[in-house]
């Protein structure tokens, strides 16, 4: 359709039709992911007293507050704050890198907007195309609004590879392998690890040989077109050369101005170590056991386990799927067996369910702005 032949009229009223239909597709899937996200809340506390046992059962909320130990309870909030500072420091960088200006409000919201979309679509895709969006409505130049998300996912996803990997091999020296149930789940992560580092690895040889890689993407969507699994080959395979060079751009240009990302580098493995350390927090302050090195090496290896695990479950944000792996995973931990529904919960409500409820506030915020600057608008016309 050619939108500049059509009269100005026919257009708006296009683009009000399109502007409805999104908002109440956002509506439908924020609808049905709150849904989903109270049924794991409700699914916590059953399962955790089925995995740990008759004889123990979870703590009641005012039994719960008895335990707490609230310093540390005050240690684990520092925590996550220092988390959501790393995050939102790595886009404020990279903005100063690319604009001359560190605008860190800019930044907090594109980390924000990213986790929440990260969340509401199946295996965490979602949140890069709307931060790119987001940075391009704040009059950041189109380079720099392509390149600042993906080449924040590019070196956090490889920092974060890197350690799973080091404590998937770590993993035998502080976990009983004994357990049927670590065993399975630790093989599960092995592959689940491999699947998801076939993303970087990818981007890298897509870098390195360009030509030849175009060449190999072109063969496999043939293949699958072939086998009915992808229905439209020429499209969908320029879509993932387009969306492969993007990324591959955004690698060349990193490695070019190595020394000017030293410090993205840096937050990077702040924010990885930071990532798995969470729960150990949430372990010691809601259980109340004594902390200790091994504790903090136990429980990193569980949450690395627990994360490959739930990735193989394309609910948004893993939804469903990380509880119940977490709670089959921490329910082996000695001494938080009483408590071990709620140390997932405040874990997951924390570093998930907190972006998802600030990510509809921002949105609704969004929504009602963008109604009244068009009633205004409509008014002053």
């Known amino acids: 359709m050619d939108w500049e032949k059509l009269p100005r009229e026919q257009i708006t009223k296009r683009a009000d039709r399109e502007e409805k239909r999104n908002t109440r597709g956002w509506w439908i899937k924020t609808i049905l992911l709150l849904v989903l996200v109270i049924g794991s809340i409700i699914m916590l506390f059953p399962l955790g007293d089925y995995l740990t046992g008759e004889e123990v059962k979870q703590l009641s909320l005012p039994e719960l507050l008895k335990t707490i130990n609230y310093p540390l309870f005050a240690l684990l909030l520092g925590v996550i704050v220092l988390y959501i500072l790393t995050e939102s420091g790595k886009y404020a960088y990279m903005l100063k890198v690319y604009t001359g200006k560190f605008r860190f409000r800019i930044a907090l919201k594109t980390m924000f907007l990213g986790k929440y979309y990260d969340g509401i679509t199946p295996l965490s895709t979602g949140g890069q195309p709307f931060q790119i969006l987001y940075l391009h409505k704040k009059d950041i130049p189109a380079g720099a609004a392509s390149a600042i998300p993906i080449l924040r996912y590019i070196v956090s996803i490889f920092f974060l590879s890197l350690l799973s990997v080091i404590l998937l091999i770590l ?6 392998q004994n357990e049927t149930v670590n065993l399975t789940t630790l093989i599960i992560a092995w592959i689940s690890l491999g ?3 076939l993303v970087p690895v990818t981007i890298v040889l897509f870098s390195i040989f360009p030509k ?3 060449r190999i993407v072109m063969l496999i969507v043939k293949l699958l077109s072939k086998l009915r699994i ?3 080959r020429y499209p969908t395979a320029m879509r993932f050369v387009r969306e492969m060079s993007e990324y591959s751009y955004a690698t060349r240009q990193f490695w070019k101005q190595f020394f000017k990302f030293i410090p993205l580098l840096l937050l990077c493995i702040l924010e990885s170590l930071l990532f798995v350390t969470i729960p150990f927090f949430a372990v010691i302050a809601i259980a ?3 902390p200790s090195f091994e504790l903090a090496m136990q429980i990193a290896c569980l ?3 627990t994360r490959y695990t739930a990735l193989l479950v394309p609910t948004p944000g893993n939804t469903g799927a990380m509880e119940a792996a977490s709670t089959l995973v921490f329910s082996l931990v000695t001494g ?3 408590v071990v529904g709620w140390v997932i919960l405040v874990w997951r409500f924390l570093t998930y369910y907190v972006y ?3 990510g509809i506030g921002i949105n609704i915020f969004e929504i009602i702005r963008g109604a009244v600057r068009n009633r205004r608008a409509a008014k002053s016309e």
């Open 230 to 232: 992808v229905k439209h």
């Open 171 to 176: 993993t035998p020296d502080y976990i009983d």
């Open 336 to 338: 938080i067996e009483t």
């Open 303 to 305: 949450v690395i386990i």
């Open 288 to 290: 109340n056991v004594t």
């Open 356 to 358: 998802i409820l600030s």
């Open 212 to 214: 030849t890689c175009k």
């Open 195 to 197: 699947i998801n580092v």
